[in-house]
């Protein structure tokens, strides 16, 4: 695909108009929540019809978790509709949606669409993202559940042609999403980083992502709007390292946190992430990376060099800190707990972790994160 472009609010979001106006839109699917109707960006694409005579159709019928019947209202009201364009305004589960929806919107209507090989099409897919954290305008990923049960979705063609930046939109963000969505950030870019799919390019990404978070977050969580528009250049670089490496089991293990106790995905992922770090640093000798024990124990150096003042190999302690400093709590569980949160992780996530775990792993790292 075309190189994705970036569109600045400025000048009454002049840079969308002409974008749009270029690319010949006429009916646009906007997928978002209601609060976007409260925000500039939100109310400059409702008022579309007005400004540039574009039809606009309002698709708000998705959960938090967004549901795989949800997505299928969406293409349907966008066949009906005509729509050739799609717009997402939110955060993760917003655009997860509107992702999905593109990927559908040529497939067979009468079989299960999660069952039928995607294929890329032409319909416009721009997003502008309001929180700082999920990185969703960066990737090739979208998650929605079907029947109850999380379902990955992976395409290249679902990487949204255009994305605007409005950090307005961070403005009155509640202190514990502002908090989640900023570690779900940090979660991509440590993760990526000692993915053993990362890179170069995936290292630069993550290494920029880190910096700008350690250097802003106490003043972004402040209330300090001068920071705003540097937490969402870090949350879309952590976006960039993780569409090249995936995420790794610190993901895959925060699903069950997230369904069973309630706490936001960024929250759950810390939580996992900070036991799964020194676990696994603890374990290099289990290294599954194909690049060796030693070079995992060297890249994990690097990432204490990055996260840890004057360079010491304290890095896991620093993070763990970073969530006590936010005071955010850990769950409170019990051996039943454990052993079913065990059975939600996803296999398929491990592969991209550079230590093996297995079931025992996981039990050790559950009770690791509970509350004592």
């Known amino acids: 695909m075309e190189g994705q472009q970036i569109l600045s609010p400025n000048n009454d979001f002049a840079a969308i108009s002409s974008y749009l106006t270029d690319k010949g839109v006429k009916n646009i699917l906007l997928v978002h929540g209601q609060s976007a109707r409260k925000l500039e960006v939100g109310k400059y694409f409702l008022d579309l019809p007005r400004r540039l005579g574009i039809e606009v159709r309002s698709f708000t019928d998705f959960s938090p978790n967004p549901a795989y019947d949800s997505v299928v209202k969406g293409v349907e009201i966008l066949r009906r509709d005509n ?184 929250h759950a992922a810390a939580l996992c992430n900070a036991a799964l770090w020194p676990y696994m640093l603890e374990h290099i000798g289990d290294c599954v990376d194909p690049r060796g024990g030693y070079w995992v124990q060297e890249n994990f150096l690097c990432l204490d060099r990055l996260i840890s003042e004057n360079g010491a190999p304290d890095a896991p302690a620093v993070f763990s800190r970073l969530i006590d400093e936010l005071e955010l709590d850990a769950p409170v569980g019990n051996e039943a707990d454990i052993e079913e949160l065990t059975e939600t992780v996803n296999p398929e996530r491990l592969r991209n972790n550079p230590v093996r775990l297995d079931r025992a792993a996981f039990r050790t790292l559950y009770r690791r994160i509970f509350k004592k």
């Open 83 to 266: 729509c050739d364009a799609i717009a997402a305004i939110g955060g993760g589960s917003a655009m997860d949606v509107a992702k999905c929806i593109k990927l559908f919107a040529e497939l067979d209507p009468n079989e299960n669409y999660l069952r039928q090989e995607a294929r890329a099409n032409d319909i416009l897919l721009l997003v502008a993202p309001t929180t700082a954290g999920t990185g969703s305008e960066a990737t090739k990923y979208a998650v929605i559940y079907y029947e109850g049960k999380k379902q990955s979705v992976t395409h290249e063609s679902i990487i949204p042609a255009a994305v605007c930046f409005d950090s307005d939109a961070l403005k009155n963000l509640p202190e514990y999403h502002r908090k989640a969505a900023m570690l779900d950030a940090m979660c991509h870019a440590v993760e990526a980083w000692w993915s053993v799919n990362s890179d170069n390019e995936s290292r630069k990404y993550s290494a920029a992502a880190i910096k700008i978070i350690l250097a802003n977050y106490r003043k972004y969580l402040a209330g300090d709007e001068a920071t705003f528009a540097a937490m969402m250049q870090a949350a879309n670089l952590a976006g960039k390292a993780i569409n090249i490496t995936r995420t790794t089991a610190g993901h895959a293990m925060c699903y069950g946190l997230t369904s069973r106790f309630g706490f936001a995905h960024g």
